[in-house]
């Protein structure tokens, strides 16, 4: 599968060599080109030219890589779903500080908005959507486990657990919509504080030590 995923580190295995590092990390800049256009422009308008020019490629150069806009596309969103399942960092210290770092750090970003340009073009561009589908159903399974590693129910439901995070991202993805209507960030935010107040109660930060 094509991929977005640069070396990581400042080293580079051996074995690799470097036209396979200098390979990497110029369809990591591709699609950070395609990040940063599905952000700006939306789906429809981030084009290979587009995306050539923004990140100071010829067209060749992106087509050696990504020989069309659904593999440029596809192989973005394993990038993008990537950064939304990593590790969350230092440990918060209640539920209200981790839903409100969900929103900070992983929803209210561009890359988010970026991934949510690919989604909403997949509900009706079907070869679109059969590109990524297992993507996201193994993105979805790894959001679901993630919150149970990360939270338990004062009910002692795991499914209620499963169901109220995945209600929160919903709800946090719908606010990023609504921002085309003209509700600034400030009343956005007044409404993520509100939805944590009603959720934080029912549920509790596991004890990850």
């Not at 192989?75 to 990537?82: G, H, M, R």
């Amino acid at each position: 599968m094509l991929s977005c995923q640069s070396v990581s580190g400042g080293s580079v295995n051996l074995e690799v060599g470097l036209q396979q590092a200098k390979s990497e990390r110029a369809r990591a800049a591709i699609c950070d080109a395609t990040i940063a256009s599905l952000a700006a422009v939306g789906y429809a308008e981030t084009s290979i030219n587009r995306v050539a020019a923004m990140a100071d490629f010829s067209k060749g150069a992106v087509q050696h890589h990504f020989p069309t806009k659904e593999d440029l596309i596809a192989a973005t969103v394993d990038a993008l779903l990537l950064r939304t399942v990593q590790s969350r960092g230092k440990k918060p210290a209640t539920v209200e500080d981790a839903l409100l770092s969900a929103w900070q750090r992983f929803i209210n970003t561009p890359a988010y908005r970026a991934l949510m340009e690919v989604l909403n073009a997949a509900r009706t561009d079907m070869a679109l959507q059969q590109r990524i589908s297992s993507e996201l159903l193994d993105w979805g399974q790894k959001l679901d486990r993630q919150s149970l590693a990360s939270y338990q129910a004062v009910s002692g439901d795991d499914d209620e657990v499963v169901m109220l995070l995945n209600m929160t991202r919903s709800f946090m993805r719908g606010l990023l919509v609504q921002e085309q209507y003209g509700v600034g960030a400030a009343a956005t935010l007044d409404y993520v504080r509100k939805w944590i107040e009603l959720i934080a109660p029912l549920l509790e930060l596991k004890d990850n030590k």
